[in-house]
């Protein structure tokens, strides 16, 4: 908790410095060394010696680096620039996007823009960890990764996928015939076509990477996975949330934020994390009905847990297949070690993704593709992951109970974790940490946090009855008590 708040008074300090900042900018249109720390346009001229888009950017890039130009530091307007370098704004324009891209400046809109710092790697503040419980940590309710125990045996699926008929062969391979045929069934809608992956966050991450622009909008779920925020924040998207319901998101939120042309909509279709929602049929119609004008919007469906769902779910694939791309990931149902996804869509998106994946590792193993085809055709994995889905429901579902007998209701109609209401964020963290529990904040799976949540995953609850009954009397007691000690 105290390095949470280390980070949030640091980044409040920045905020103020690049809020003063960006004020002394639009108060002089061009700021000076006096006014921010920033340059005027005539001086920060004289150091580019090529005036090109991209050199621009590099002697920007180059001053940054160096501390001349420090973080907060106000920087002269497009045209002023422009004027100075004798260069059309468009030229400078296209400098300022590249410098977003890295992360170097910031832009405020009518308040201009100023420096944020040396290039740097996205952080998913999101997704890691907040405080570290150390020895005093009895059970983590934070993260909802699979029980091991309920996981099938890897050991004949591996020996199979070492069979592979092209076992070390060095051409790129999106996805093994075998898994194919093993996973195109199960598929809601005729592909153009597919790839396997490395886990479900990195087909979304491959994706949004090959879509999504600096300062694009994406229309997203609210509220949804951690690690989709992170993604999208990480690569400059505008975040338009939309509302939901126990169905999914509403189609009139969803019209809202197609009015503001976004790039993308993305969105949970089945066992959404946070909430266990499932999209019906009659949903996914209304929301392909409210997309189908848009046909600049492409569709991005994550399908998070695979196999371990308990319901289908409707697919906007099946109304606009042309334009949707469903990322399932099986990594939760069959073991994380596989890290397997496979995602289905348009030729020309998924096309996309998979050059993008060629600076990298070009293509994902064939003995994993194989040895998840294996499993996925085998009975005995079949009846383990069905049991296993079972097993998770009841641990879900037992909490519920027991929570809604303390006056603690929750909706999760499926998944591997609850969306429990609380009086106080913050106060319930303190409380459950205090007593050895961890629980994710709500405030990390929203853009417009109102209502205060904690998640509780709950794949690896015990099964024991009175073990649940306690950890049941716990959460409600920190949910409705804010100054509980």
Not at 125 to 135: I, Q, S
Not at 364 to 388: G, N, P, W, Y
Request: with cysteine; charged share 20%.
């Amino acid at each position: 908790m105290r390095q949470s708040a280390v980070r949030a008074k640091g980044g409040a300090m920045q905020e103020k410095a690049i809020s003063g900042a960006g004020a002394a900018q639009e108060a002089g249109g061009t700021a000076t060394e006096e006014e921010g720390g920033g340059w005027s346009a005539v001086r920060l001229a004289g150091r580019i010696t090529d005036p090109s888009a991209r050199g621009i950017a590099a002697a920007m890039t180059d001053l940054i680096r160096a501390g001349d130009l420090a973080p907060g530091s106000a920087l002269p307007t497009v045209r002023a620039l422009a004027a100075a370098l004798e260069v059309s704004p468009g030229t400078v324009a296209e400098a300022w996007a590249l410098l977003r891209g890295r992360r170097t400046i910031a832009t405020l809109g009518r308040r201009g823009s100023v420096v944020s710092g040396p290039p740097s790697v996205p952080h998913p503040v999101r997704y890691e960890r907040v405080g570290d419980l150390g020895p005093h940590l009895t059970l983590d309710l934070a993260v909802a990764a699979p029980d091991r125990a309920l996981l099938p045996a890897l050991d004949g699926a591996l020996l199979a996928g070492a069979r592979t008929p092209q076992l070390n062969d060095y051409s790129r391979t999106a996805v093994t015939s075998a898994l194919l045929d093993a996973v195109r069934g199960s598929w809601p809608f005729e592909p153009e076509a597919w790839m396997a992956v490395g886990g479900g966050y990195e087909g979304v991450h491959l994706l949004c990477q090959a879509l999504i622009a600096p300062g694009d909008r994406v229309a997203v779920e609210e509220p949804t996975a951690a690690r989709l925020l992170d993604i999208l924040e990480s690569l400059g998207a505008q975040i338009l949330p939309v509302a939901c319901d126990a169905e999914g998101p509403l189609p009139d939120s969803l019209a809202d934020a197609v009015a503001r042309r976004p790039t993308l909509f993305l969105h949970q279709a089945r066992a959404q994390a946070p909430c266990g929602w499932t999209v019906s049929p009659a949903r996914a119609a209304a929301l392909a009905a409210v997309l189908e004008p848009a046909r600049n919007i492409t569709v991005i469906e994550d399908d998070g847990i695979g196999p371990l769902a308990r319901t289908d779910a409707g697919s906007i694939g099946t109304h606009l297949p042309e334009r949707t791309v469903l990322v399932r990931s099986y990594s939760k149902a069959y073991g994380p070690d596989l890290r397997i996804a496979v995602l289905g869509g348009p030729r020309e998106v998924v096309e996309r993704a998979r050059v993008l994946r060629t600076f990298g590792i070009g293509w994902t193993s064939r003995i994993l593709q194989d040895a998840l085809a294996h499993l996925l055709t085998d009975d005995t994995a079949s009846r383990t992951v069905r049991a296993a889905a079972d097993r998770y429901d009841l641990r879900r579902r037992g909490l519920a109970d027991r929570l809604a007998r303390h006056g603690v209701p929750t909706a999760n109609r499926d998944g591997l974790m609850l969306w429990v209401p609380v009086a106080d964020e913050t106060s319930t963290l303190v409380t459950l940490a205090a007593r050895g529990i961890t629980v994710s904040p709500g405030s990390r799976f929203c853009v417009s946090y109102s209502l205060p949540h904690v998640r509780v995953a709950t794949s690896r609850l015990t099964d024991d009855p009175e073990a649940l009954d306690r950890t049941a009397a716990v959460l409600a007691r920190a949910a409705v008590a804010p100054d509980a000690p």
